[in-house]
């Protein structure tokens, strides 16, 4: 029996649920939240959902760390979203306590289970998480670039007037404004985007895919994002379920690929049952790997800040 948890029954949570059981990728998908009744509630609306929408997936709501053992895989959306204004800095120490509390019973409970983080400050998450559980770095693995990516392709799409099915892009480096979208890299079947679109039109679309989860925040007003997230979860989780051997790129960690080490940043990997089964190496001009480089040094101070509140503990 396949057995998937998500962690964090807020709305990103939920959502990934709900897609996970619909697309029938697990026998048993468990919902764990700390607040009492609320994975208990929606498992059973999914439940009841199941007549209707033809899936045979048992969604579980739970409080009890006890009910995930055993996962296959963990989707960890558990943590503080960001508000108006927020920067994802500020959610270090709450958010690092979280997820240190979650890798315990991963590890207690799941130790062979693949990982997809998707809690903010993303790519500091994923290593604190990856350092806490301390299992083979290929196991763990954030979700960002394949958002991101998809953020890109809706603006795209938007300038050329549709055919979003057709548009593939690539975004690298941090989850945040120092991620570094690759429009020579992108293309709309086949074509690359810098032949298609002129020099400020690519800038625009650029910035406004850096900035694309604050954009939502702005107005929401009260939330952040959480259908496409869920998506890009769950696309994730399938390819490893299903050993598609999908290229995505991904919050993945480097030992030496991009002349950067020992650090958990946006990359192209490709995804399968062992979890990050390659990193893929592009060649990049030398403005874009510095801009790559400049956004390492971004999460290497969180990861400062975090050894600072003594949350970054090795297994």
Request: proline share 4%; aromatic share 4%.
């Amino acid at each position: 029996m396949t057995r998937v948890t998500v962690v964090g029954a807020g709305f990103v949570g939920m959502t990934c649920a709900q897609r996970l059981a619909e697309k029938e990728l697990a026998e048993e998908v468990v919902l764990i939240d700390i607040v009492e009744g609320r994975p208990q509630g929606i498992a059973l609306d999914l439940n009841q959902a199941a007549a209707v929408e033809g899936y045979q997936s048992l969604v579980i709501g739970t409080n009890d760390p006890r009910d995930t053992y055993e996962s296959d895989l963990f989707i960890v959306t558990a943590g503080l979203p960001r508000k108006p204004g927020m920067d994802r800095s500020d959610l270090l120490e709450v958010n690092g306590k979280i997820i240190n509390s979650v890798a315990d019973y991963i590890r207690e409970g799941s130790p062979d289970a693949k990982v997809i983080a998707v809690t903010n400050p993303l790519d500091t998450m994923v290593y604190l998480l990856a350092e806490r559980l301390g299992f083979d770095k290929r196991r763990v693995v954030g979700m960002a670039g394949v958002l991101d990516s998809a953020r890109m392709a809706f603006f795209i799409s938007e300038k050329i007037g549709g055919g979003i099915q057709d548009v593939r892009c690539m975004v690298l480096g941090g989850h945040g404004d120092s991620m570094v979208p690759m429009p020579q890299f992108s293309t709309v079947n086949g074509v690359s985007i810098p032949a298609l679109l002129p020099e400020e039109e690519i800038d625009a679309i650029n910035h406004r895919t850096q900035h694309g989860g604050a954009e939502i925040v702005n107005l929401l007003k009260t939330g952040s994002a959480y259908y496409a997230p869920a998506s890009a979860s769950v696309a994730m989780a399938k390819s490893i379920l299903r050993n598609e051997h999908r290229l995505m790129p991904c919050c993945a960690h480097l030992s030496g690929q991009y002349g950067l080490e020992d650090i958990y940043m946006g990359v192209p990997v490709v995804l399968g049952a062992n979890g990050v089964e390659r990193v893929v190496e592009l060649e990049l001009e030398e403005s874009a790997s510095a801009l790559l480089h400049k956004s390492a040094d971004a999460i290497r101070r969180d990861l400062g800040l975090l050894r600072e509140k003594e949350l970054l503990v090795t297994a």
